[in-house]
């Protein structure tokens, strides 16, 4: 049973457009939600995480969005560039016990950014 | 760009044959983990480490068997390599304080034929 869903499975987005990946988790115990970015033949890199105590958080063209009501928290890129073209996987964790933080996955988001 | 380093990238063996996928990092980091990915699909913890001599099996079963000697170096073996093994197998490691960033190796992608 998967525990953090992701949407939608790919996206299409113009260049200075809004990408918009959008992820859901059951887990109310998850107290720790990042996201992370990966290009082609590279493994993962973190690119912004948010604690469930704040609703959003931006580092420069990308926002966190975090709705802890509704489980679910999105990921917003403002001004989308070429660049940005990468695979996109929300996470989430908790202390599963003696400080050990386990990350679940999402599905990925491959996202294309056109000129 | 994080000091995280594996080898082979790319393996290609008939079944059967024992392989190792090797993975060290020099940031001196406690914590180091194994994830599985298929294409399209999510990362699966197979195994991580607290430090030395400490192993822990992750959510997805596995058959590699993983050691850790040395803080900077955390192999994964299989005995006897299936076609079911295919996939890509990433490493990463975490300073272990708490809700710590995890640092990515680029990967070893494995065809077993």
């Known amino acids: 049973q998967q525990q953090v869903k992701q949407s939608p499975q790919s996206l299409i987005v113009q260049k200075g457009g809004i990408s918009i990946i959008n992820c859901a988790y059951e887990?109310?115990?998850?107290?720790?939600f990042p996201w992370y970015q990966q290009f082609p033949g590279k493994g993962p890199a973190l690119l912004i995480a948010?604690?469930?105590?704040?609703s959003e958080k931006k580092e420069g063209r990308f926002t966190i969005s975090f709705n802890k009501s509704a489980k679910q928290f999105s990921l917003h890129i403002m001004d989308s560039q070429p660049g940005d073209s990468a695979t996109y996987f929300c996470a989430a964790s908790n202390d599963s016990g003696a400080g050990s933080y386990q990350l679940t996955f999402g599905k990925g988001t491959k996202l294309s950014v056109i000129p | 760009e994080a000091d995280i380093y594996q080898t082979p990238r790319y393996l290609v063996i008939g079944t059967g044959k024992k392989i190792t996928l090797e993975c060290s990092q020099t940031m001196g980091h406690d914590k180091m983990y194994w994830y599985q990915q298929d294409p399209g699909m999510e990362l699966h913890l197979i195994h991580y480490s607290y430090g030395v001599n400490s192993t822990e099996k992750g959510d997805l079963s596995s058959e590699s068997t993983v050691s850790r000697i040395r803080t900077e170096h955390f192999p994964l073996t299989l005995e006897s390599a299936r076609p079911s093994h295919t996939s890509q197998y990433l490493c990463?490691?975490?300073?272990?304080?708490?809700?710590?960033?995890?640092?990515f190796g680029p990967g070893t992608r494995l065809t077993v034929l």
């Open positions: 887990n109310t115990a998850f107290d720790y």
């Open positions: 948010i604690r469930p105590d704040v």
């Open positions: 990463a490691s975490s300073l272990g304080q708490g809700l710590d960033e995890q640092f």
